[in-house]
């Protein structure tokens, strides 16, 4: 049996971090919440990523949620609930703060935490046969403000109400008309759709996409505490490139443009 972890690795510009617990639905264990804040930060200094994707090994799970089999040892003391949560939230926020968009990649439990890691995510694919759940209500677990602030700012206070006080299972169907995810593929050809999908972000040009990633990150923030400024920089960053000139002569070539970053 492998060792739960998160695998890092590039590919097309993007970096795939994969949540690699397959025998338990890959749950997240204390050290992959840690390890997963790791990764992002990697990938955010990566040259060769332009954006992030997570997703899950396997077909059954994106992620179970958080390695219940854990909590007696790892969060019942007031203290290993307090340093337990911050790796979580760490994890959360690295996702949600990253200057690169991040994409969350769903087949099969999308549960629990596993759904939080997606909803701090810009984007969400799924397959059909993607099923969500958040089932704290289930569980008495307590659910954080800011969690429930940043999946009501994505699908609705009315949504995230069902989904929490219910703590029922969502399926992708309903999962796409509520908003839960952005995209949704069948089950036979996820993996193949996916792929082009984020090949596709990771052939577009890096300056525009980091220049869209920090006005989302401002959108995010108090209307008196946003930095207008630096997204203006960033967008100013992007006429003065190299890519923009390459985009303007792809375009009158009709071929597709081939960005540097530069």
Known sequence: MSTPQIAYSVEGGIAWLVIDQPARMNAMRLEMWIGLAD??????????????????????????????????????????????????ER???????????????????????????????????ASTTSRFRIPAARLGLGYGYHSIEVMARKVGIGSVADLLISA???????????GVVNALFAAESFRDEAAAYLARIGSNAPLTLK????????????????????????????????????????????????????
């Not at 799970?61 to 203290?79: H, L, N, V, W, Y």
């Not at 994890?91 to 994409?103: D, E, M, S, Y």
């Open 39 to 88: 990764s992002i930060a990697r990938a955010e200094a990566d040259p060769a990523a332009r954006a992030i994707a997570l997703t899950g090994a396997g077909e059954r799970a994106f992620s179970a949620g958080a390695d219940i089999s854990q909590f007696a040892e790892k969060r019942t003391k007031p203290e290993d609930v307090i340093a337990y949560d911050r790796a979580v």
């Open 91 to 125: 994890a959360c926020a690295g996702l949600g703060g990253a200057q690169k968009p991040t994409i969350a990649v769903i087949s099969g439990i999308c549960f629990g935490g596993g759904m939080e890691l997606a909803m701090y995510c810009d984007l969400r694919i």
């Open 168 to 178: 029922r299972i969502v399926e992708g169907p309903e999962a796409l008309r509520m």
């Open 211 to 262: 220049a869209i990633k920090r006005a989302l990150i401002e959108l995010t923030r108090p209307e008196a505490e946003r930095d207008i400024g630096a997204v203006d920089a960033l967008v100013t960053a992007c006429f003065a490139s190299q890519d923009y000139r390459e985009g303007q002569l792809a375009f009158r070539e009709k071929r597709d443009p081939v960005f540097t970053g530069l």
